[in-house]
Structures are given as structure tokens and as C-alpha cells.
């Protein structure tokens, strides 16, 4: 009976209501429940070996939701020799100062005694009974351990060098900003100096460069500036150094600063004028604008400066003054053609591979020698006419491949001189060709010039397109209510334009082409029959406004040339098909005086050695009476193209700048009905003793010399 009692009393505990704890119980439960623990795992499930989680348990225990106790420790806790205890609802708040100690001393349950469990509201708070030190494991791998290691938690020894998580995201956050100002800085000393070499056409003497410090008020403060910059707006150096900001240079706001834009820039005396800007953000570490760089570009300049047209226009300089001015000279080759009553002389300029726009076209030119060129053709002498007539037909067939190449309409002509220079006015006559009698209603001429500059960067592009002159004329109109017949046969009628050029406000820019844009000139001729709105006939001409004499003070170069006129030629030598020579002749500009020096620079390069040893350079002078040619050499040179270069010789790459001096004692350029003299810069290869000609060929304009042409040679 008291063996199947204590059996009864040993299943009653073991299977009926689980005592929470905290609870007292009598000594026998206990013991029962110590006796029963030695054969039947109290944690185990019915289910199978799962364990369940325990009310006591350590925080490493409870964050992995592992059961454990003294019957069956975690691995934690067996490596660190610990038992888990936990602390009473009440007392949580203090859990995290106790954690530190709970690892420290004996388990909770030695200290129960046989008779009685703990209550745990009446335990006192227990001190460690081992040294602080006892029980810390200073094994690295077992702490590192991946058994001990929480998802997400990286654990490591502590040291007195270690820092704090925040410490070293503010360590790695100004470390981010460094690298970030160190390439703010590497940028923009980048933009700065690449706008300080020659990327541009002239380098700094096309664009001015500014650096901008960004302002939260969008008056963006200068820090630095070339000497385009101060040069275009006109401010001194040190007003621009003091506290300059960018309101005092635009008219427009500075909102949304960025990208290329076209606005009025203020100078220093008040004036405005028109520019494109393109503005490049430098931006900080969080993306925010630190600087801002510009980039300024005018869209137009009227300035007379001689130079950029050498850049910008080929045209031969044919000036009536000059040769009129020199008769003497061509006398005995005109044959007394060429006399001193005469109205009307014919010129015939060659334009060569022009830079301007349109095609290269050569133009017959009728001036007016004086100031009655309003009269018509058919009011003067009988004979001056047939022979001004007869001087113009053998002109035309002359020219007759480039008036086809412009788009002349072969009934209406238009001749006219293609270069002009200051205080001249612009003749010429409109002529129709009929082959039956029309009606014609009007015949109207129109004298435009137009200003074109645009500026490409990336993917965007700025262009303006500014008329700078109109003017129209109606050069023949019959009466009212008159049906004016026009007979079959060649008909001329005369126009005059007054260009409007001087030193005031109304002075035309010259001719020009560059990289940014160009300034043109054209005469549009109209013919309209009678009750017609839509034209019958239209023709456009293009004229080149030249620079006069007086302000072509220092336009033949000295040192370095700026060339009006490049070209290239590929030689193949036999035996080095596959790496041809290449030929470049530069020549400073289209005309020159009597006595002057063509500046030519010669360029010769290639991949590999060749067996070109010199270079021969010509001015020749070619003179046509009817069908009779002749040739002759004015002035020559030879240059050596190989040349030693640290003992070995050298034929790749050879460059030189050289000048053939023009006699004074020549005639000029001109050309007649019948005669003309004309001069080119031959330039030819030389290969041992054999010199392979006709290589390249450069028309060459030579007027003679006058009091301001002298003094522009001696400068």
C-alpha cells in the first residue's frame, strides 16, 4: 500500500496541474519531483524531443528561445561554466545591471533548502560568492564562435582602441566628405586648366571663364576669372576681386543657374550686350552646388581687329584706288587700253576654297570710276558701250564654270565686285538675258547681311541669326497702267547701294567665318512679269566686305602664323602605299604688297621614315595674252625635310616657317579683256634628284604699293 501510495503520489504530481513558481510545496513534492527527474525528462514533450521553453532562463537562453536549466545547459553556458537563472517580474528593470552577475554565481537552487521551495518575491538580492573574474572565458574563439554569434550580431574582443558604432559612421561619413572635397577641388583646377590651353580656336581669346562660389541667394560670389572675362565685361581687377557677385553682371536672374543659355551681360560703362553662357555645377558631397563655372561667349563683334580675318576670310583683295593709283605699271601690258578718261575698267576676282559660305566662285566686276555710274549703259558713248559689251561677253565665258557652280540662272546675271572696302559704295548692273520679248513688271534688288553664331556643347545647341542690314532697291518699274514690253537681247541696268560704313554706330562688321559663326553678305535680285505676284526670275549673289587699307595695320604676321588657308595633300611613295606622306602648306593670308614676305609654314609627317629629302617652294607669276601663256619663277626656296636627330636621321615629322620676299619691281595682279597677270606659291616634293611637281598649288593676290601700303609694310 505505501508503495503503491508513494506510486499514486509520484503520478499525481507528474500529471496533474503544473505549480506555477514562486509557489511553496511541501518537502515530499519535492522530493518526489527530484526522484521522478532521474527517470523522466520533465522538459520533453509528449510529441517527441522537442524541448520546451523553461520560465528561467539566462538573455542569451531567452533571445534564442533555447531551454535551458541545470538538468540540460546550453553549450554557452557548459563552455563558461554558468548556470541560468532569471529575475522577478517586478525587478526587470534592473535585469540589465543583474545580467552581468547572473554568469557569475552558484545556481539559484542551492540555496533552497530541503524542506521548502523558493519563493522568490521574500529571495534577497544574492552577492556573487566567486571572484568578479572567475568564470569569463578569455578564449577569442570560443567567444567568436558561430555557435555563439546572433544573427546579425557581429561580435569581436574589446580592446581600449575599439569605438563606438557611432564614432565610426562619423568617421567614415567625414572621410566621405574628404574624398568628396578632394574631387570637388581636382575638378575644378580640371576646368580651369583646360580652359587656359588652346582647346578652343585662339584658346582664351575666343571664351571668358569665370569660377562662382554658389550664395543660398543665388548671388553667386566670384573667386576667379581669366583675362577674356575682365577684358569682355570691362570691370578693373580689383573691382572684380572685391566681393563681386553675379547680380552686377546679368540682367536676368540666376535661378536654376545650370545649362547653356543665351542672356545680356551688363559691362562696366552700362552698356549691354548680348552672350551665350554655359554654366557647369560643381557640386559638393551631398550634391548641392559648391561652385559654378562659366563659360562666356559673345554673339557677335564688330571689332576691326585684322587679325581674325586672316582666320576668316580668302578673298582676293582687289582695291580700285590701288591700281588706278600705279597705272605706270601697266601701261606698256594693256597696250593703251588702260586710258585715263575711261568710266568703266573690268577686274576679275578669283575666289579660291573659301571659308565663308557659298561654294568658291569667281565673279566678273564692273566698277565705276566715277560718280555719274547711275547714268544707264544705253545714255553713254556708242562706242564705249559696245566695247564695256564686248569686254564683258569674253569675260563671262571666262567665268562662265563658276557662275554654274553659284546657281546662276543662265537669263539673269549679276556683276558686281565681290570685295568692298570702307567709304565705298557698292556697284554694279543686274543683266536679263531675253531670247523673246517679255513682260516684265519690276526688276528689284535686295542688299542683306546677316550675323550667324551658334555654340555647340554636348547634347545642346545655342544659335542666333541676326539681320544686320537691309536694303532694298527697285531698279527698273514701268510706268502705271503701262505694259511695258522688254524687247529680246541682253539688258543691263545699273544699281547702287550706299553701305552705310564709316566710324559711327551704323559701321558694318566685316566678312567673317570662325568656329562659332560667320557674318555674310549677299545681293538677291528678283525680275517679276506684269500682273504677277509670284517671281519669274531670283538670284542670289554673295559679296565679301573686306577691312580697309588703313586698318590693315599689322595683318602680315610675325613668328607664328595664323593662316587664312590650310591645305593637305597625301603623297604615296612607292614601296609605302600603306603609310602615305602627308603634305601641309599654311599660308598667312590671300594678299600681300610689293616688296612684302609670304609667310608659309611647311608640315610634312608620316608613320615611317620616308625618302622625301627636301622641299621646293615657288612664286610664280603666269600671264595669259589671248591664248598665249607665260610662265615665270618670281622668288624661290628649298628646304632640307630630313634632318638628324640625336645621330640618326629623321624623315617622319618635319615642320618649318619660312618667307619668300616679293620684288617691288613686279607688275601686280590684274585682269583685262585680254590680258591678265596672275601669281601662285607652288610647293613640290623632292625625292634624291628627282622633284615631283605639281604637288600643291596656292592662288596668291599681289596689289601694288601705295602710301598706306608702305606703311603697313614697314610695320
Known amino acids: 500500500m505505501e508503495g503503491s501510495g508513494g506510486e499514486t503520489t509520484s503520478e499525481t504530481l507528474l500529471t496533474g496541474t503544473v505549480k506555477k513558481p514562486g509557489l511553496r510545496t511541501s ?60 529575475s522577478p517580474r517586478k525587478r526587470r528593470q534592473t535585469r540589465a545591471k543583474e545580467e552581468a552577475h547572473t554568469s557569475d554565481g552558484p545556481d539559484i537552487e542551492d540555496y533552497a533548502s530541503d524542506d521548502g521551495g523558493i519563493n522568490f518575491e521574500e529571495t534577497p538580492t544574492m552577492q556573487s560568492a566567486y571572484n568578479d573574474l572567475d568564470g569569463v572565458a578569455f578564449n577569442a574563439d570560443d567567444i567568436l564562435s558561430l555557435d555563439n554569434v546572433d544573427d546579425g550580431v557581429a561580435l569581436r574582443l574589446h580592446s581600449p582602441f575599439d569605438q563606438s558604432q557611432a564614432l565610426q559612421e562619423e568617421n567614415r561619413r567625414l572621410e566621405d566628405k574628404a574624398r568628396g572635397l578632394e574631387a570637388q577641388v581636382w575638378y575644378l583646377n580640371t576646368q580651369i586648366q583646360h580652359q587656359q590651353t588652346t582647346l578652343f580656336m585662339g584658346g582664351q581669346m575666343d571664351v571668358s571663364v569665370s569660377v562662382w562660389a554658389a550664395n543660398a541667394n543665388s548671388d553667386h560670389l566670384l573667386v576667379e576669372f581669366n583675362e577674356k572675362f575682365r577684358s569682355m565685361c570691362g570691370w578693373t581687377t580689383e573691382q572684380l576681386s572685391s566681393d ?208 550667324f553664331t551658334q555654340w555647340k556643347t554636348g547634347d545642346d545647341t545655342l544659335s ?69 505676284t509670284k517671281p519669274e526670275y531670283v538670284l542670289e549673289n554673295y559679296i565679301t566686305l573686306c577691312p580697309s587699307i588703313h586698318e590693315m595695320k599689322g595683318w602680315s604676321p610675325r613668328g607664328s602664323i595664323s593662316c587664312y588657308r590650310s591645305v593637305e595633300r597625301m603623297v604615296h611613295l612607292k614601296g609605302q602605299e600603306f603609310a602615305p606622306v602627308y603634305l601641309v602648306v599654311q599660308v598667312s593670308r590671300p594678299s600681300f ?48 625635310a630630313a634632318h638628324h636627330d640625336e645621330g640618326q636621321m629623321n624623315c617622319k615629322s618635319f615642320s618649318k616657317l619660312t618667307g619668300l620676299l616679293i620684288p617691288e619691281t613686279i607688275t601686280p595682279s590684274f585682269h583685262h579683256e585680254n590680258i591678265s597677270s596672275t601669281f601662285q606659291l607652288d610647293v613640290s616634293l623632292q625625292k634624291g634628284k628627282n622633284i615631283m611637281e605639281g604637288m600643291i598649288s596656292i592662288p596668291i593676290h599681289l596689289y601694288p604699293i601705295t602710301n598706306t601700303s608702305e606703311g603697313q609694310r614697314d610695320q
Open 244 to 451: 563681386f557677385t553675379i547680380s552686377r553682371l546679368f540682367c536676368e536672374s540666376t535661378q536654376s543657374f545650370t545649362g547653356l543659355k543665351a542672356a545680356r551681360l551688363k559691362k562696366a560703362d552700362g552698356s549691354m550686350a548680348d552672350v551665350f553662357v554655359n554654366i557647369y555645377p560643381v557640386n559638393n558631397s551631398r550634391s548641392q552646388p559648391k561652385y559654378y563655372i562659366l563659360h562666356i561667349l559673345p554673339m557677335i563683334s564688330i571689332e576691326s581687329d585684322v587679325r581674325r580675318m586672316s582666320v576668316i576670310t580668302d578673298t582676293l583683295l582687289c582695291v580700285r584706288n590701288e591700281l588706278l593709283g600705279r597705272v605706270d605699271l601697266v601701261t606698256d601690258i594693256f597696250n593703251g587700253c588702260f586710258q585715263s578718261d575711261a568710266h568703266l575698267f573690268s577686274l576679275l576676282a578669283c575666289r579660291t576654297s573659301l571659308s565663308i559660305p557659298p561654294q568658291s566662285v569667281a565673279l566678273h566686276v564692273l566698277l565705276c570710276n566715277n560718280n555719274n555710274h547711275t547714268n544707264t549703259l544705253h545714255d553713254r558713248d556708242n562706242s564705249l558701250r559696245k566695247k564695256m559689251i564686248g569686254m564683258a561677253s569674253r569675260s563671262r565665258d571666262r567665268c562662265s564654270k563658276a557662275f554654274n557652280a553659284q546657281g546662276t540662272h543662265k537669263k539673269l546675271r549679276i556683276e558686281i565686285d565681290t570685295v568692298k572696302t570702307q567709304a565705298e559704295n557698292l556697284v554694279g548692273f543686274v543683266i536679263l538675258t531675253l531670247k523673246n520679248a517679255k513682260s516684265i513688271g519690276a526688276i528689284s534688288l535686295a542688299l542683306e547681311g546677316n550675323l
Open 27 to 86: 518537502s515530499g513534492a519535492v522530493k518526489v519531483k527530484k526522484a521522478a527527474a532521474t527517470t523522466t525528462n520533465p522538459f520533453a514533450s509528449k510529441e517527441g524531443n522537442k524541448r520546451t521553453q523553461v520560465p528561467r532562463a539566462c538573455s542569451h537562453c531567452r533571445r534564442t528561445h533555447a531551454a535551458c536549466g541545470k538538468e540540460r545547459p546550453c553549450k554557452r553556458c557548459l563552455q563558461n561554466n554558468l548556470d541560468c537563472t532569471d
Open 464 to 532: 542666333v541669326e541676326k539681320q544686320i542690314m537691309s536694303q532694298q532697291i527697285v531698279i527698273f518699274r514701268p510706268g502705271t497702267g503701262e505694259h511695258q514690253q522688254v524687247d529680246a537681247g541682253v539688258h543691263y541696268f545699273p544699281f547702287h547701294f550706299n553701305l552705310k560704313r564709316g566710324d559711327t554706330a551704323e559701321k558694318l562688321p566685316p566678312s567673317w567665318s570662325g568656329r562659332h559663326g560667320f557674318v555674310e553678305y549677299h545681293l538677291r535680285a528678283i525680275v517679276k512679269r506684269k500682273s504677277s
Open 593 to 640: 604688297v610689293l616688296g612684302d614676305k609670304i609667310i608659309v609654314e611647311i608640315i610634312l609627317r608620316s608613320d615611317i621614315d620616308h625618302e622625301i629629302t627636301g622641299i621646293n617652294i615657288e612664286l610664280k607669276n603666269k600671264v595669259v595674252y589671248w591664248d598665249s601663256t607665260l610662265t615665270n619663277t618670281i622668288s624661290s626656296e628649298e628646304i632640307v
